[in-house]
Nanobody, 126 residues
Framework: HVQLVESGGGSVQSGGSLRLSCVHR????????VGWFRQAPGKEPEGVAS???????THAGAVKGRFTITPDVAENTLFLQMTDLKPEDSGVYYC?????????????????????WGRGTQVTVS
């Protein structure tokens, strides 16, 4: 049974930084495709970043250069380092695994291709 637990959210001012963590358990291989997503109030969830078995990362255009997804395979933890935060980055951030538990993401930022969502962690930028 796959479980993911996010943490690290909070309230920061524009230009600030946060590091989100996602502890995951129950994977057949913790290096398989996994990603970060976010949902702002009144908006559809969107892909933020993902990482694949060989370490290939994909970051959404809106966060490229500011956010970085990194894994700690030994600790079964996925991080999202966020810098230069903007108000439009506010929302609930979730981590999720590839729906088919594949090593490589079919569509790295597609919400529909991911499953086993955690409960999320709130990020508020003012």
């Amino acid at each position: 049974h796959v479980q993911l637990v996010e943490s690290g959210g909070g309230s920061v001012q524009s230009g600030g930084s946060l590091r989100l963590s996602c502890v995951h358990r129950g994977f057949s291989d913790s290096r398989n495709c996994v990603g970060w997503f976010r949902q702002a109030p009144g908006k559809e969830p969107e892909g933020v970043a993902s990482i694949e078995y060989d370490g290939t990362t994909t970051h959404a255009g809106a966060v490229k250069g500011r956010f970085t997804i990194t894994p700690d395979v030994a600790e079964n933890t996925l991080f999202l380092q966020m810098t230069d935060l903007k108000p439009e980055d506010s929302g609930v951030y979730y981590c999720a695994t590839d729906r088919w538990n594949a090593a490589y993401c079919y569509d790295p930022l597609s919400v529909g291709d991911f499953d086993n969502w955690g409960r999320g962690t709130q990020v508020t930028v003012s």
